[in-house]
């Protein structure tokens, strides 16, 4: 493996006449690098930065920033226009003159694994899969069969070695990327936004593997979305316009909090926490417990919050008991399956009034997609009935009228785009109900307009940023003019601006009355909604508002469904823990902070009873 | 997902068919296709029935993921059965339907012709269930080499070939969710007269289009990023082996070509 790099190292050397040795510390090295991409975008602006060895580096910044740009360069598939790169070792790239021989024997030591897991995989057996590099290496059989063994080890696939990838979940697809890329034996090893289209189960997974790497001395780039993942990085750096604008420690960097808002990021929830709470600001959550532990005086331990701890659970299937509305979607006993064997609902019942907004949660495999395809006439059900706004939608007609009244945003709705013009991909709904040209435009419009896409009407859609691609999407289903609205998963794969832009577009439409019903993977998302329902195994676990949903009385039933909950719940059942006063039920930072100012300021009154606080030693 | 491509997927078992080295099983699969191909007896029928028969339960696939990858085609052979029946006018007449006249040459070849397709499609779509796209890409990569002497891209054919297998559920997937979008906005799959349910496919071919490139550049990022370099150069986990395996597979493919050629001679 090291044969190549050593070979060339005078050459290199020799043609670039600078006389400094490349140096074996720092396999990535990029001087003043500028990429432009076609229409003059400058992807990468004056890019200067090195990677030392086994350093974990993590690179931030909003869509469009140039952290995927910056991640092709440093594993060898894209060449700068100006500057100088050194990958491992190779002076790939001298003042803009790419050295196409030496970025071949640079990728033989570089792996990559990025967003896409359906597009890393190459064959149909994993095993196959993970040896197809060092098949390109050209390694010795027994070489092979060795490395392909070791690394399904590693990210803890051993048993699916005769598998078919395309039958595994997206977490483990990703993990089979993750041992193809390690079996090339990598010097640096390029993460490229790997949790982007994972669950959170998946993402987890992955950044226990990344994890481990650390410790094993790999080094790491690691591009992401969340701002939570880059607190385990040893630096990091932000992207801005292609430019690195903020570069350091995780705390470091998330100091700069105005800053890292106007990039279109937020700061890890431990700090935003701990400066609502007037604590010292810090990145990590139990630093923040701590703290808080460290406050406490012990008088307080006695005082009660004002919130109190709702009853348990509603068993599921129970109806809300003083709805005057009748529901506009209700589910009765539904029972659904795609094949002979497996049920994929099970005598599930829902209901659902007019201008909520429900959340369902649950594993992948659980039913959550079913339930959605079911509740937006894809499917009809076995056993039971669907009732939209009244009608039945077992029969072709019912479907047929009731697919008026409701919308769908399927995950990922922006791979559907088709059309020229964003007018036009809107406009698709409304022009095949042959409504007259000038409703069709009003129509459009109006939805463009409610997702703040207004002045992108006559652009391409594919020239829309991530987020807005999505917005796009959705503006389509919404010139449908649905009462009801069906999304799969729809903040996942955006960046913070693109979540947040989300979020507020949706409660606009609550408060239009419009009827939401959301699948989740995020129980912050979940801990929004009004309602929340639970699935597991094809069946409604819990049903009721998140706080019920969530309380401590249920949380060995959301376990067993392989759920947590919302992690403002989390720290406060932690301090309840570790001796803080109960908190009650605070599903959202917001009422988090409530709950704890609130029982500060009791504590506050009684502090001068109590001279011995701080026994918990803080700081 | 509401429409499935079950066709040519892999299906993952431990028989004797699925370790048969790639190149051998073509081998031996097309001389059994060109001796189904000949079939004119009834003998030969019932002879070739068997082995399309036995040949599942070796490989150890079950009989329904075979029957579920010819299915699509049965529509074409119904239109060949019925085409031969009407249009071959050799033999006695059967049944005179004014004028229409069914000859027992005509009712022969109805049966003759779909069976043998259908044995044929047996065997095709088991090589496709017993084989993964690496291994046929490998088995063409080394056939076609030859081509690559005289300046053909043999191995890259066999590369595109073998990947194309590989998506054919992703983007099977996919036409599935945008035909589902689609339909919900309106989208007229399943009603109008024929010149609007093809505009309505327009949207989705167009969208379907826009993802497959988008997968062949992610595509051709994770082979750079994975070292592909063409065929030269690479080595293979599994290394192909001649062995007593490949023997006998070539000594009973010949087996029963002989004895259907026997059975025609005798018929």
């Known amino acids: ?619 | 997902m509401a429409f499935r491509l079950d066709i040519g997927q892999y299906y993952p078992a431990r028989s004797p068919i699925h370790e048969l080295d790639a190149r051998v099983k073509l081998c031996c699969a097309l001389a059994l296709l060109v001796a189904l191909f000949c079939l004119t007896t009834p003998a030969q029928l019932v002879a070739g029935a068997a082995i399309a028969a036995a040949l599942p339960a070796l490989a150890r696939v079950p009989a329904g993921r075979v029957l579920v990858s010819v299915r699509p085609l049965v529509v074409f052979l119904a239109f060949l059965s019925l085409f031969n029946l009407i249009f071959v006018q050799t033999g006695s007449p059967l049944i005179a339907l004014g004028p229409l006249t069914i000859t027992s040459g005509g009712a022969w070849a109805a049966v003759l012709y779909a069976v043998r397709f259908a044995l044929a499609l047996v065997v095709g779509s088991l090589i496709l269930l017993t084989t993964t796209p690496t291994q046929l890409a490998d088995a063409f990569d080394r056939m076609l080499s030859p081509l690559s002497h005289v300046g053909l891209p043999g191995h890259e054919i066999a590369m595109v070939f073998s990947l194309m297998m590989r998506f054919v559920p992703t983007l099977a997937d996919e036409a599935s969710a945008i035909i589902d979008a689609q339909s919900l906005r309106g989208g007229a799959f399943d009603e109008g007269g024929p010149v609007r349910r093809v505009r309505a496919v327009v949207p989705v071919v167009v969208a379907l289009l826009a993802s497959g490139l988008r997968h062949a550049d992610g595509l051709s990022r994770a082979l750079d990023a994975r070292c592909y370099e063409g065929g030269a150069g690479r080595t293979h986990l599994h290394e192909p082996r001649l062995g007593w395996r490949e023997a006998a597979a070539v000594a009973a493919t010949a087996a029963l070509v002989a004895l259907l050629a026997l059975l025609g001679a005798l018929g």
């Open chain 1, 1 to 619: 493996m090291t044969l190549a790099a050593e070979n060339t190292r005078p050459v290199a050397a020799a043609s670039s006449g600078v006389s400094d040795e490349p140096s074996p510390e720092a396999p990535v090295r990029l001087s003043h690098v500028v990429l432009v991409y076609e229409g003059g975008v400058r992807a990468l602006d004056d890019v200067s930065l090195s990677v030392a060895r086994g350093e974990r580096l993590c690179v931030l910044g909003a869509n469009g920033s140039g952290k995927s740009t910056l991640a092709s360069v440093i594993c060898g598939l894209l060449a700068p226009d100006e500057g100088s790169v050194e990958l491992v070792g190779e002076r790939v790239c001298v003042s803009g003159t790419p050295d196409l021989e030496a970025y071949r024997r640079a990728r033989r030591r570089l792996g990559l694994v990025f967003q896409n897991p359906d597009d890393q995989i190459v064959t149909s057996v994993v095993e196959d899969d993970v040896a197809f590099g060092p098949e390109n290496l050209g390694l010795p059989r027994q070489e092979i069969a060795a490395r392909v063994a070791r690394e399904l080890h590693r990210v803890a696939l051993d048993d699916y070695v005769h598998a078919d990838p395309t039958r595994l979940s997206g977490g483990q697809k990703q993990r089979v990327a993750i041992a193809g890329a390690l079996a090339l034996e990598p010097a640096v090893l390029v993460l490229d936004e790997p949790g982007s289209l994972l669950d959170v189960r998946g993402r987890s997974a992955i950044l226990r593997v990344m994890g481990r790497l650390a410790k094993a001395g790999t080094t790491l780039v690691h591009v992401t979305h969340f701002m939570d993942e880059a607190l385990e990085a040893d630096r990091v750096i932000v992207m801005d316009h292609g430019r690195v604008a903020l570069e350091g420690t995780p705390e470091e960097v998330f100091s700069h909090k105005d800053a890292i808002r106007d990039l279109g990021l937020e700061v890890p929830f431990a700090l935003r926490l701990s400066e609502r709470l007037g604590l010292r600001p810090t990145c990590s959550e139990d630093d923040v417990v701590r703290q808080l532990c460290a406050t406490q005086s012990t008088s307080s331990r006695t005082s009660r919050p004002a919130m109190q701890a709702p009853g348990a659970t509603r068993e599921p299937g129970s109806r809300q008991g003083a709805s005057a509305e009748a529901p506009v979607v209700s589910v009765e006993h539904v029972s659904f399956s795609y094949g002979p064997r497996t049920r994929a609902l099970n005598d599930v019942s829902l209901a659902l009034e007019p201008g909520t907004s429900t959340a369902v949660i649950g594993q992948t495999g659980s039913g959550k997609s079913t339930l959605l395809r079911l509740l937006c006439t894809l499917e009809a059900p076995d056993e039971g009935r669907v009732l939209l706004t009244g009608r039945d939608v077992s029969t072709r007609a019912g479907r047929r009228a009731a697919r008026a009244e409701v919308g769908y945003v399927m995950q990922h709705p922006e791979r559907q785009l088709f059309a020229e013009t964003v007018e036009k991909d809107v406009g698709f709904g409304p022009h095949n109900l042959r409504l007259p040209a000038d409703e069709v435009s009003r129509r459009v419009t109006e939805a463009l307009e409610l997702v703040g896409l207004a002045e992108k009407r006559d652009a391409s859609p594919f020239k829309l940023s991530g987020g807005q691609r999505r917005l796009c999407a959705l503006a389509g289903v919404l010139a449908m003019k649905p009462h009801v609205l069906v999304l799969d998963e729809p903040t996942a794969g955006l960046d913070p601006r693109g979540r947040a832009m989300l979020r507020r577009v949706l409660s606009r439409l609550r408060e239009q009355g419009i009827t939401l019903v959301q699948v989740t993977h995020s129980m912050e998302d979940a801990a929004r909604a009004d309602r929340v329902v639970v699935l597991n195994k094809s069946r409604v676990v819990a049903e009721g508002t998140p706080r019920e949903v969530f309380s401590r009385g249920s949380e060995g039933r959301l376990a067993s469904a392989g759920l947590g909950v919302p992690r403002s719940l989390r720290v406060a059942r932690t301090l309840e823990d570790r001796g803080f006063a109960p908190l009650g039920e605070p599903v959202t930072t917001d009422e988090l902070v409530a709950a704890i100012e609130a029982h500060s300021a009791k504590a506050g009154l009684g502090r001068d009873e109590s001279a011995r606080s701080n026994r918990h030693e803080g700081t």
